[in-house]
């Protein structure tokens, strides 16, 4: 499932803990903005970023990446929380991949299971007979 600039912006805000109403005027957009435009323009995201620069550009666009970028971030403690968000990302998508597998497996498991207990129920209706 491929997420979108506006759903990427609400992950940002959860982030952060502030309401999309107060991000809305911060970053000078209409209330309900988010919710009501189909796509966000550049001039927009340049108003977002200008107020937000920790905020990554490169994953507000293109999903890839994190969601911060350490080098907006001066002191020693913001890059070295920005690699640890890096790595975290990376085991989360991992994570979620082998969920994803996991559950495939075990509808594999399901169905492999049907089939031994119609084989055998066939077998043993074959040597009652």
Sequence with gaps: MESTVKDRIKLFLQHLNIGQNSFESKVGWS?????????????????????????????????KGVMTDPSALSDPTGQIIGMVEEGAAEYKNKYLEMLEENRLLRIEIEKLRKIIETKVHDNRDKFER
């Design 31 to 63: 209330n309900g903005y988010i919710n009501n435009t189909k796509s966000i323009s550049a001039d927009k995201l340049n108003h977002v970023i200008n107020e937000y620069p920790q905020l990554n550009l490169n994953w507000l666009i293109t999903g």
